[in-house]
């Protein structure tokens, strides 16, 4: 992995602590649709997962599910995208990777246009090259869809880049891809989630991803 390559980067949980802004706008979602929200333990387990894979078993009906989305959007593009703060360390990291040569992106099941508006406002934003985020449609949901359109946008092959998550789904859609990956600890899901997922390599905190990389 010494050679330079291109870096997907999940963004929840493993460049930001979003935690607020999401579990704020999928709450507001239940109470306007006078459905009991979930806790906020549960709540937490909703990062990282696609919006309406999380919906549709409390819901239960399409329709709903969709009106639920709108409304997480509706809040989350209001102020929801506002919610959230930088891991320490995550700004020196990029740097670092970045000064190696590494070309960078972010690769994420957001919304792709509060993605963007997210890393517009974040002093590291202008270090990647592209954000891929998910689509208003349903079309592009799912981690593995979204690195398959990363790679397609890029006119990358798997093997020319390396995905970087804090859940199992950026472990198991890079794999899907036949891709490198590394999972970090610093976010939503754990270190028995992402094993389990098949990481090939664990980083404890962002100062570590240099020296991974450059192994």
């Known amino acids: 992995m010494g050679a330079p390559i291109t870096l997907f980067f999940d963004l929840d949980g493993t460049l930001i602590d979003s935690a607020e802004g999401i579990t704020r706008s999928v709450s507001y ?9 979930p806790s906020q333990a549960e709540l937490r387990g909703w990062i990282g ?29 209001r102020e929801g995208w506002t919610e959230l703060s930088v891991y320490d360390g995550v700004a020196e990291m ?13 690769v994420t099941a957001k919304n792709e246009d509060n993605a963007r508006k997210i890393l517009g406002g974040l002093p590291f934003g202008d270090r990647f090259d592209d ?9 592009l949901t799912h981690k593995v869809d979204l690195i398959g359109e990363a790679l ?25 891809h036949g891709m490198r990956n590394i ?4 976010g939503f899901g754990s270190e028995d989630e992402l094993r389990q997922a098949g990481a090939q390599h664990l980083a404890t905190a962002p100062a570590q991803l240099p020296a991974l990389l450059a192994a």
């Open 94 to 106: 990029l740097d670092a990777v970045h000064g190696a040569g590494h070309r960078l992106a972010v």
């Open 49 to 77: 997962p696609a919006l309406r894979t999380s919906f549709l078993p409390l819901l239960g009906d399409e329709a709903r599910v969709e009106q639920a989305v709108a409304l997480y959007l509706e809040r989350y593009s």
């Open 29 to 37: 979602a239940f109470e306007q649709l006078g459905h009991p929200v």
């Open 152 to 176: 397609r946008r890029f006119e990358l092959s798997a093997e020319q880049c390396l995905m970087i998550g804090d859940r199992r789904m950026d472990i198991e859609g890079a794999r899907e």
């Open 183 to 186: 999972g970090v600890l610093w």
């Open 131 to 139: 954000v891929i985020g998910s689509s208003r449609d349903g079309r």
